[in-house]
């Protein structure tokens, strides 16, 4: 009982001027600072005025702080000094935790690897990429929906119905019509889950959970992709292992890019999830604002000052990939050789990071 | 709840041990001094070329004249000083067997520690296999240049098997025997001496359910030192299959280990231990005796593992594969001492347990002086990184200087 008195004491004492009393701040010390905490009260209303009442005063001193640090960066400018550093925030991909196996562009041996493995004859351009897209053996609604957004998306993509083949039949047809690489879209409860890619003839298979899945016709004000080449964008594929992903998926694409279309497709890596995005670019020049003003001035200027400016617009699917395993060969899952599987036990920080 | 770990490498008792990658290269970890340190890549040889792509190495461990043969993705065959990696001889099989068969690459080879065919230290007895199931047995002369070897050599070849893909072979400690198997090939065993099959195993009964697994062999090791007659087979179907010859046929132990296939099996020197592993880079130890898993090794291990070899002398296996890190374990506690990245897919690595004895004999002045020319090099390397090729070159000289250095002493050793 006299515990509460003593909290509501506490509230109540926040309303009250602070009182130099001794007894009191001896009797705080002894209870420590956890008494302080709006939660510990129990009348909602007290609770609540307090709460708000904290927040406000740490909204004050955020405000000031924010003030204080804008005025010496001003102060700095004009006195021409070095403005104070900015702030980095923290995140978890800039506390990453190291990993020897990251790329460094002076590594020799790398670019060795890279000269014989299996995308090379792709990314030299001595073969151009054909590609299988098949489904798994039960496929509906969505599934079709999405491989005819990856048709428009990846050029000399041919979708072959998947019937009862084995997918080992299927990979020895496509090697022997030449292709470059399979992808099977794996459905489940006429949603699609999961993405297998195959490089072909002997490439790696890389097996891809596929979540937060939108369609083209799904997302707002999108575009009509062109049937020109694409550009390709990877970033953030950092580790050996990033490097192969990376490779394997730039195979899937021609690589000399139509820029007239102002196609690009996005693969972003970031905390081992690939984002995919595909995008229409414009660049367009306007007139600026601020020299607008200007113009009306002096209006004998023939042409007013304009800057060009990017513009984006989303077409085709949007979704996201995490890589489950990496295969060494073709697909077989009984007796395959991996590269990388993801197992439990490799997750021991949220900071580690595999591509 | 966070679960974080902290793996604490403690370090690994001084070895060294050499691996053989996808490009070609071999390369040199050492894990030095008695501070437990951990163990680094102190020499790599060769240049990054895929068609050199190392399929198979052994080891001659021994103090006096140590020699490693290396089969190489293109048909040859090279022996190296394991000392300095200076070529002693290169000999060609593939030219001489089927010129032209791209799949007939070589899947084992042996390097013959004994005497055979009146071999001495200029000369060395190979025995390799392809996988048609070409067992080839050279002799080979080795000289100090280059340019005169792989001149005279003498061969013997015989036919392992008619059909399918031979995927394992190994030869016993005494080297009178050799086991060969594959995919659709059952383990057989040949008598070197006669060139002639003693023993060949058969596939196990249908299970229950009438279903017949077909034979694919992917490892073998035999058992015991002094023995022969007891090995074991790993295969396709992630089983692991204990045969005795004496016995019967069929295997005497057999048991299932996870769910890919087995590829790699090692054997302990005490007999009875073995160390698996398989394709989704899972290691663990079992007792043949009973077929009981002894325990698993357990670390970030996330690629296919390749090649398992056991220290001869200290409780520490090494491991490398598709992940591209060699790692050594501890056998007691299977705790991971510490894993050294390699940068590519590493085919094979071996032991070269002799080397801290062939140090000592190198006298202590000498040693101080190579050691003076190390650290130069190593200041070396920091500096112009980028000339790697260059500066390698440079380290051979060095590692022939010591070579020499080390032959006069061991002239002086034995005067």
Not at chain 1, 29 to 54: C, F, T, Y
Not at chain 1, 86 to 102: A, L
Not at chain 2, 79 to 95: C, F, K, M, Q
Not at chain 2, 198 to 220: C, D, E, Q, R, Y
Request: charged letters at 30%; glycine letters at 6%.
């Amino acid at each position: 009982m006299g515990r509460k008195r003593n909290l509501s004491e506490d509230g109540g004492r926040e309303d009250e001027e602070e009182k130099p009393m001794k007894e009191r701040r001896v009797k705080e010390k002894q209870e420590g600072r956890e008494s302080m905490r709006p939660s510990m009260i129990k009348n909602k209303e007290k609770r609540a005025a307090v709460h708000a009442k904290l927040k406000q005063q740490k909204k004050v001193e955020k405000r000031k702080k924010v003030k204080a640090r804008e005025a010496a960066e001003k102060k700095a400018l004009e006195l021409g000094e070095e403005p104070p550093p900015k702030m980095v925030p923290r995140t978890i991909e800039n506390t990453r935790e190291s990993d020897e196996t990251v790329c460094l562009p002076d590594d020799e041996e790398l670019f060795a690897g890279n000269d014989v493995d299996e995308f090379s004859a792709v990314l030299k351009n001595e073969r151009s990429p054909k590609i299988l897209i098949t489904t798994s053996r039960y496929n509906s609604t969505r599934g079709p929906a999405f491989i005819s957004d990856l048709i428009s998306v990846i050029p000399n993509a041919h979708y072959y119905k998947r019937g009862t083949y084995d997918l080992k039949k299927i990979v020895q047809y496509a090697n022997e019509k030449e292709f470059t690489s399979v992808i099977v879209v794996h459905t489940n409860r006429r949603e699609p889950d999961a993405l297998l890619v195959i490089g072909l003839p002997d490439g790696p298979t890389a097996h891809f959970k596929l979540s937060k899945l939108m369609l083209r016709k799904d997302i707002k004000n999108h575009g009509k992709p062109t049937s020109h080449k694409p550009e390709l964008v990877l970033t953030n594929f950092t580790t050996r292992l990033g490097h192969r992903v990376g490779r394997m998926i730039q195979s899937l694409f021609p690589q000399d890019p139509e820029f007239r279309g102002r196609r690009v497709v996005t693969f972003h890596n970031q905390r081992d999830f690939i984002f995919f995005r595909h995008h229409r670019y414009i660049f367009e020049t306007k007139e600026s604002k601020q020299k607008e003003s200007k113009g009306k001035k002096s209006k004998d200027e023939k042409n007013p000052p304009e800057r060009t400016i990017a513009r984006l617009q989303e077409c085709g699917p949007r979704f996201t990939l995490k890589l489950i395993s990496l295969q060494h060969g073709t697909f077989d899952t009984k007796g395959g050789e991996y590269e990388w599987v993801h197992k439990p036990e490799m997750d021991t920080s949220r900071r580690r990071f595999f591509l | 709840m966070p679960r974080t770990t902290t793996v604490e490498s403690s370090g690994c008792p001084p070895l060294r041990a050499l691996t053989f990658d996808i490009l070609g290269l071999i390369k040199v970890v050492e894990a030095k001094g008695e501070q437990k340190e951990a163990p680094k890549v102190v020499e790599k040889w060769g240049e990054p070329d895929a068609s050199r792509c190392v399929l198979a190495a052994s080891l001659v461990d021994r103090e006096f004249d140590p020699l490693l043969g290396v089969a190489r993705k293109s048909g040859k065959i090279e022996v190296l000083s394991p000392v300095n990696g200076d070529v002693r001889a290169s000999i060609s099989i593939e030219s001489q067997n089927h010129p032209g068969s791209a799949d007939n690459s070589i899947v084992g080879l042996h390097l013959f520690k004994g005497e055979r065919l009146g071999s001495s230290s200029r000369s060395c007895n190979l025995l390799t296999c392809t996988s048609k199931g070409q067992a080839n047995m050279t002799y080979v002369k080795m000289s100090k240049s280059l340019e005169d070897s792989g001149g005279e050599s003498t061969q013997t070849t015989w036919n392992v098997c008619g059909s399918g893909s031979i995927l394992c072979s190994k030869v016993d400690a005494d080297e009178s025997y050799a086991l060969f198997g594959g995919k659709g090939v059952e383990v057989n065993i040949w008598d070197l001496n006669q060139c002639a099959k003693v023993w060949s195993a058969k596939s196990p009964a249908k299970n229950s359910l009438g279903i017949f697994t077909p034979t694919w062999f992917t490892s073998a090791t035999f058992l015991c030192k002094d023995d022969h007659r007891k090995f074991v087979a790993g295969t396709n179907s992630h089983q692991v299959r204990l045969y005795d010859i004496s016995a019967q046929r069929r295997p005497v132990v057999s048991f299932d280990f996870r769910e890919t296939p087995i590829k790699a099996v090692a054997e302990d020197v005490d007999g009875h231990t073995i160390y698996i592993g398989n394709g989704s880079g899972d290691l663990a130890s079992f007792d043949i005796r009973t077929g009981q898993l002894l325990g698993s090794f357990l670390g970030k291990c996330s690629g296919s593992i390749r090649s398992i070899v056991k220290h001869p002398e200290l409780p520490v296996i090494a491991s490398c594969g598709l992940d591209s890190y060699l790692r050594i374990w501890d056998v007691k506690s299977r705790q991971l001492l510490s894993a050294v990245f390699l940068k590519q897919h590493l085919n094979s690595v071996v032991f070269d347990s002799k080397f801290s004895t062939r140090e000592a004999q190198v006298p202590p002045q000498q040693q101080d002086t190579y050691e003076a020319l190390q650290t130069e090099e190593e200041e070396e390397k920091t500096v112009k990184r980028k000339k790697a090729s260059k500066e390698h070159s440079g380290s051979k000289k060095l590692k022939t200087k010591k070579k020499s250095k080390r032959s006069k002493g061991d002239g002086n050793d034995i005067a």
